[in-house]
């Protein structure tokens, strides 16, 4: 077995060796992890080390012993004492030359999932950071001599004209205001991250859209009220939730329903491209609405910068959005709910670490 044993102390997916006996005798460091039980605990206890008595995991490999082949389950929720749940597939192995011994690997899909995105929004927003600076800085400047150039001609002429210049005035505040949007982009300084409530902060944003683009709108609030805090800057948290409402409510059209839905989501954790541990995002905030959905030709680039369906959008929200998410160290992604028809954006952030004293 010694081939196999260390075949699997090399591996970077949870896996564990498994003795004719049906004992987990061996389990890599990925594994001791993603089960929060040493090697020598399921040694001596077996499977229950982990998942407590009678799991799936544990049947299984039963089932695998029994008939004496491979099997696999896809996106099993694992339960684990103490409430953490964990997603993953789990495929069971014979041994190439031992075929009474087994490996059994866990795949977590989902976490996968979650780090390709977080990576590829981080490309995203560093290559808008290049193209918003150099606009901001080539576009400012000229705006604004137009602007006053166009109010002194204004002084000058008839009133015909004069619709002429003030449209140049406010087709000019126009661009300005676009350029002030994209500058957000060109702030690379790392956040000032500190205790915030996320409730409130959605009560706040709700508040500021019912006054203005979602005035009429059913918004719906479930909220999970046991949430700790978040580690997160409010303004930014403010911009990342109004982003996010305004394109509900423009995509659920004056009739529309909007629900903000809010939960603790512990067992989740996903690891960056460069940090040596995963960083657990358990807060979740979800923004949904019975619009038309996303279009499907559009997919995950509507996080890119100017990538709109929209007569007159920028295509900056959603960028805006993976950029402040991305400095949160959280993960924003999209999906269409099947069953109700419905358009969710999910926000996933991490918890401020307490502080005591
Ligand atoms: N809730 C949603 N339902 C359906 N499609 C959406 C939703 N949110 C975003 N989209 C799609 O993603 C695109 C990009 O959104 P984003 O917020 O980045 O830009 P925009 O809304 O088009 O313009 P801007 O936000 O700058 O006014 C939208 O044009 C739309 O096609
Ligand atoms: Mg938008």
Redesign the pocket.
Known sequence: MAGAAELLAGLAVPAVLVAPDGMPVQANLAAENFLNASQQALGEKGWSAAFGADSDVERLVARARREGGGCAAFDLTLGFPGGRQARADVLVSPVGEAPEWLTVAFQTRSVATLVERQSLQKGAARSAVGVAAMLAHEIKNPLSGIRGAAQLLRRACGDEERELTDLIVTEVDRIAKLVD?MESFTDTRPLKLRPENIHEILGHVRRVAEQGFASGLGIQERYDPSLPPVAGNRDALVQIFL??L???A???GPEGKIRITTAFRPGLKVRGAAAAKPVSLPLEVR?I?N?????PE?GDH??EPF????R????????L?AKIVADHGGVVE?ERLVETGE?V?RVLLPVARETRG
């Open positions: 949007r982003n996010l305004k394109n509900a423009e995509a659920a923004i609405d619009g038309p959905g996303v279009p559009l509507v996080f990538v709109t369906s929209k007159g959008g920028s295509g900056l929200g959603l960028a959005v999209h358009t954006f």
